[in-house]
């Protein structure tokens, strides 16, 4: 459902790099419409302009009025008495194709790039440790696990395009590249906006290698999961074919489990369908799938939950103890599906004791 609206600018939000967030008066459309109202809504000032109190706006309010929860943002169109520069920079690589807002970004494997000869030239990632997560809320997480056993390893985020397309959307990327725990991003497929852009999850996890010199990666979607109740519709399949990624580059895929003891549907509750599916039907190469060492009836349901994958997989049992300082030690407070630490520990706890065994095999190459 697309919704389009004009709207004015009243005032400018706290903001985050990459995105300027606005108070905006919305116009009715018409005698159907509702009466006005004041919503938040989203630019990338790069793409659409950069508002200013008054301007007119475009917005586009589709997602917000079906009240789906990543962000709760009207998306600002275009700022149309205040366009952006056209952009003069090098690159022929084109994301969000062909649709309005199609932006043209430098590939790191365009033959323009000056680390295309790197990247023709590459056959793997050297063994590299590989953690695949379906939700990017897990990233934190996966980095305060890293961290937990090597807080010097140089950890590169691969971000799929399942969820958000520009990673400028993501405040979690954006705060963990100033604090210096991620050493870049590099944005894959649809998705734009990383330190490096690149074609496929394949030359992206090539990237994060070679140009970045990761010790380790994360792949995961963007913000914004999608998922429709039934077993394949959901964007996590793409978890499924990251491990294969890894495997035929000669990485060590490490499968990060989405667990939850809080959420109320019984397809999420314990071990995930979506990670089930994903590492169950989808991956065929091996991975390390890491089952964190919860206590009590809810770790034994992790645990039963996880057994059939081990037909297929190396199961992994990683111990938890000490995790969660590191997760409080972040400088972001994790949150998955409205959900913090206090609401859903193993959710993170799952995703750290992934990156604490990437971590550990890291160390022993």
Request: glycine share 12%; hydrophobic share 40%.
């Amino acid at each position: 459902m697309i919704r389009w609206r004009r709207g004015e600018v009243r005032q400018i939000l706290p903001s985050w790099p990459g995105v300027r967030v606005c108070e905006v008066d919305v116009r009715p459309r018409g005698d159907d419409d509702p009466a006005p109202r004041r919503c938040r809504a989203l630019a990338y000032p790069d793409v659409v302009g950069r508002p200013e109190v008054g301007d007119e706006v475009l917005l586009n309010t589709g997602a917000l009025d079906l009240g789906l929860g990543t962000g709760g943002y009207a998306l600002v169109v275009a700022v149309p008495d205040r366009l952006p520069p056209d952009g003069e920079g090098p690159g022929h690589l084109v994301k969000a194709r062909y649709t309005p807002l199609q932006t043209t970004v430098l590939g790191t494997d365009e033959q323009d790039s000056p680390h295309h000869g790197r990247l023709r030239a590459a056959t793997g990632v050297d063994r590299m440790p590989v953690v695949v997560a379906d939700l990017h809320s897990s990233l934190p997480a996966v980095v305060a696990g890293v961290r937990a056993e090597n807080p010097d390893a140089r950890i590169a985020y691969v971000m799929l395009d399942g969820g958000a397309l520009p990673a400028a959307f993501s405040q979690l990327v954006g705060a963990l590249r100033q604090e210096g725990l991620l050493t870049g991003c590099v944005t894959t497929g649809q998705a734009y906006g990383g330190d490096l852009e690149a074609v496929t999850v394949h030359s992206g996890l090539l990237a994060a290698r070679h140009v970045l010199r990761a010790d380790l990666a994360v792949v995961c979607q963007g913000p914004g999961n999608l998922g429709t109740g039934t077993p394949w519709g959901f964007s996590g399949v793409a978890c499924g074919e990251a491990v294969n990624a890894v495997g035929v580059l000669g990485g060590r895929p490490v499968a990060a489990l989405r667990i939850s003891e809080a959420d109320r549907r019984e397809r999420h509750r314990g071990v995930s369908h979506h990670s089930l599916t994903a590492f169950g039907r989808v991956a065929l190469a091996r991975a390390d799938v890491v089952v964190p060492a919860l206590p009590g009836p809810f770790g034994e349901l992790v645990r039963t939950q996880t057994a059939a994958l081990g037909q297929r997989h190396a199961l992994v049992n990683v111990e938890v103890a000490g995790l969660e300082d590191e997760l409080r030690a972040l400088p972001v407070k994790v949150s998955t599906m409205g959900r913090g630490l206090e609401e859903d520990r193993p959710a993170f706890l799952s995703a750290a004791a992934a990156g604490r065994h990437a971590a550990r095999l890291f160390g022993r190459l």
